[in-house]
């Protein structure tokens, strides 16, 4: 099983729709994850890091499932701007550095 | 904020030269990282340092060297530049443990070597 596995997309969704990605990690040790975005021939951003509980900021969701050992970003109400990759990113084996995902490409349409 | 610059935004390289990528962080980070982004292949860990003079080897170090002289300043050395490194270098810093703090990036180099 490859590390991490995100589904490299595109997603395309209309203005104002919700959309959800996923990424799955396969260290049950891993236990800081985040989300970055990136823009087109632009650098990684931190999004957001992702809370046991699920955290909220914004518009934006992410959630960890440890049971099943994945991670979700949720988006509502889609903006035009959120065209973008998302990059999940976390910790892999003791000793190693993050780890990030292909990412998962985002086209938000008018 | 956390400023992260990259000296070069594009650089062209011949094979066999020697190429020096600069990267300078302003925020008293202890780590500083090298990645390369390639097509297909998403962010590999090229080296990285969580203290001055300190380095350790990431995922793929070979045809790579590092320098850190300061704490604010991270250098990638391509010793001999081949086509293979062709790539986006992106440097990136953080605060903490090394192994799990978020990463900060600058803007990145696109290298081309011909």
């Known amino acids: 099983r490859k590390e991490v596995e995100q589904d490299p997309g595109p997603f395309n969704v209309p203005e104002g729709a919700t959309v959800a990605f996923n990424c799955t990690y396969s260290?049950?040790?891993?236990?800081?994850f985040f989300w970055y975005r990136q823009d087109c021939r632009k650098e990684p951003k931190l999004l957001m890091s992702?809370?046991?509980s699920g955290n909220e900021d914004g518009r934006f969701t992410a959630q960890l499932n440890r049971a099943s050992q994945y991670i979700s970003l949720l988006i509502r109400d889609s903006k035009l701007s959120d065209s973008a990759t998302y990059l999940c990113?976390?910790?892999?084996?003791?000793?190693?550095?993050?780890?990030f995902g292909g990412g998962t490409r985002l086209m938000v349409k008018p | 904020d956390v400023k992260v610059t990259q000296s070069s935004r594009y650089l062209v390289k011949r094979t066999g030269e020697k190429v020096f990528l600069e990267c300078v962080q302003d925020?008293?980070?202890?780590?500083m990282f090298w990645y390369r982004q390639d097509p297909g292949l998403g962010l590999r860990l090229i080296y990285f340092?969580?203290?001055?003079?300190?380095?350790e080897k990431g995922d793929i170090p070979e045809g790579y060297s590092v320098s850190r002289e300061k704490k604010e300043r991270f250098s990638l050395i391509l010793e001999s530049a081949s086509t293979n490194q062709t790539s986006m270098y992106l440097c990136?810093?953080?605060?903490?443990?090394?192994?799990?703090?978020?990463?900060?990036f600058g803007n990145g180099t696109r290298l081309t070597v011909t």
């Open positions: 990136a810093s953080s605060l903490g443990d090394p192994y799990n703090s978020p990463l900060h």
């Open positions: 340092s969580y203290d001055v003079k300190m380095k």
């Open positions: 260290n049950s040790a891993s236990q800081s």
């Open positions: 925020m008293d980070h202890e780590n």
């Open positions: 990113v976390f910790d892999s084996d003791a000793g190693n550095m993050l780890t």
């Open positions: 992702v809370y046991s």
